[in-house]
C-alpha cells in the first residue's frame, strides 16, 4: 500500500508552547534525504573496486506556497537565516520528518496565468523520521 500527498503540512515549533503549528499550506515537499555516495578503498591489487559508504547527505529541504502577503509575513516571522529553528513534516499516514534549519522565503517568477507562488528553504542541520505516535505528541491540538 502507498500513501498519498494529500494532507501533507508543514509545522513549526512554538517558542511558547513547545509544540508544533502549521506554518503555511504548502504545494510541494522536499526529499529529506538521497542516495547514498560511496568512498574508493581500491588498492591496486584489488581485483575489483571497493568502497565504504560516506557520510549521508541531506539535500536543502525547499518548499512552495501560494503567495499570499499574510503567509509570507507568517513564514517570515517563523524562520531565521541566522538562529536554528524547529520545523515538521507531517504526511497524510500521521509520520513526519522533525527537522532543524536556518530558512528564508521569497516570492518566486511571476508569469501570465499562473498563481504567484512562494518557496521556503532550509539548510538543515539534524532531521530525524517521526512515528505516528512520536508526531501527534508533537503538534498542537
Known amino acids: 500500500m502507498a500513501i498519498s500527498d494529500k494532507g501533507t503540512k508543514l509545522y513549526a515549533k512554538d517558542a511558547t508552547s513547545n509544540k508544533y503549528t502549521q506554518l503555511v499550506k504548502i504545494t ?3 526529499a529529506t534525504g538521497s542516495a547514498p555516495k560511496t568512498l574508493d578503498t581500491t588498492c591496486l591489487d584489488d581485483e575489483y573496486t571497493t568502497s565504504i559508504p560516506d557520510r ?3 539535500p536543502l529541504y525547499e518548499f512552495e506556497y501560494n503567495y499570499t502577503a499574510e503567509d509570507f509575513e507568517k513564514v517570515m516571522a517563523a524562520i531565521s537565516a541566522t ?5 515538521l513534516i507531517v504526511y497524510s499516514d500521521g ?6 534549519g536556518r530558512g528564508n522565503t521569497w516570492v518566486k517568477d511571476i508569469s501570465v496565468g499562473k498563481v504567484v507562488k512562494a518557496g521556503l528553504a532550509f539548510a538543515v542541520s539534524w532531521h530525524e523520521h517521526k512515528t505516528e505516535s512520536e508526531v501527534s505528541e508533537m503538534i498542537s491540538a
Open 56 to 58: 549521508p547527505e541531506t
Open 95 to 100: 509520520s513526519g520528518e522533525a527537522f532543524t
Open 28 to 30: 510541494s515537499a522536499p
Open 83 to 87: 538562529e536554528d529553528k524547529d520545523y
